[in-house]
């Protein structure tokens, strides 16, 4: 079973930048690069969202983050990034990493809380 773990969070103000980490040191190589891995975040009273994932080199992002977030893999750290630039309130939220794995299975981490103020 995975065991995903997430840092990097904190508080910021609007313009500023956060890296998150999303490390998965148990994961074995060959099922970590298999795996969808994803950065999701839920703001208060919101539902969880989809804001990057990245499988092999096929990577996607939520239209309201595009141009500002880079979501990035180092397979021998077993770690991918999410590179949150030009930070907006709208941003603030409990940001998840997610792997899933070929057969579907789904590994959450504990999440990192991200604070943007104005």
């Known amino acids: 079973q995975a065991h995903v773990v997430e840092s990097g969070g904190g508080s910021v103000q609007a313009g500023g930048s956060l890296r998150l980490s999303c490390a998965a040191p148990?994961?074995?190589?060959?099922?970590?690069?298999?795996?969808?891995i994803g950065w999701y975040r839920q703001a208060p009273g919101k539902e969880r969202e989809l804001v990057a994932s990245?499988?092999?080199?096929?990577?996607n992002y939520a239209e309201s983050v595009k141009g500002r977030f880079t979501i990035s893999k180092e397979n021998t750290k077993r770690t991918v990034y999410l590179q949150m630039n030009n930070l907006k309130p709208d941003d603030t939220g409990v940001y998840y990493c997610?792997?899933?794995?070929?057969?579907?299975?789904?590994?959450w981490g504990q999440g990192t809380q991200v604070t943007v103020s104005s």
């Open positions: 990245i499988y092999g080199r096929s990577i």
């Open positions: 997610n792997h899933r794995t070929q057969s579907g299975n789904d590994y």
């Open positions: 148990r994961t074995i190589l060959s099922v970590f690069t298999s795996n969808t």
